[in-house]
């Protein structure tokens, strides 16, 4: 069994900058591809971003390209969100979650373990 725990959510001001992280226990993943998706009040979860078993390919939704980046450090167990210029719109609910597989998916039923998410808040 494989436990994600979510850290570095806050409030922060529009134009900061987060870095979330996930760390996974129970066992290693470092043959599993890893995603962060959000929820935002109101709304459905959404993918954001995920990242190769080896972390050399990463894929992010367009509306974070260029501001989020997604890295792993399989020697931790431990999977980043690195979230720069940020906005109001980024404000939600983050979850990172594991797929017993090592390519990149970002469809939420192919990941079959999730954190219980940290809440980013980003004000105007």
């Known amino acids: 069994q494989v436990q994600l725990v979510e850290s570095g959510g806050a409030l922060v001001q529009a134009g900061g900058s987060l870095r979330l992280s996930c760390a996974a226990s129970g066992r290693t993943l470092s043959r599993d591809s890893m995603g962060w998706f959000r929820q935002a009040p109101g709304k459905e979860r959404e993918f954001v971003a995920a990242i190769y078993w080896r972390g050399g390919s990463t894929y992010y939704t367009d509306s974070v390209k260029g501001r989020f980046t997604i890295s792993r450090d399989n020697a931790k167990n431990t999977v980043y969100l690195q979230m720069n210029s940020l906005k109001p719109e980024d404000t939600a609910v983050y979850y990172c979650?594991?797929?017993?597989?090592?390519?990149?998916?970002?469809?939420?039923?192919?990941?079959?373990?999730w954190g219980q998410g940290t809440q980013v808040t980003v004000s105007s």
């Open positions: 979650a594991a797929r017993a597989s090592r390519g990149i998916s970002t469809e939420q039923y192919e990941y079959g373990y």
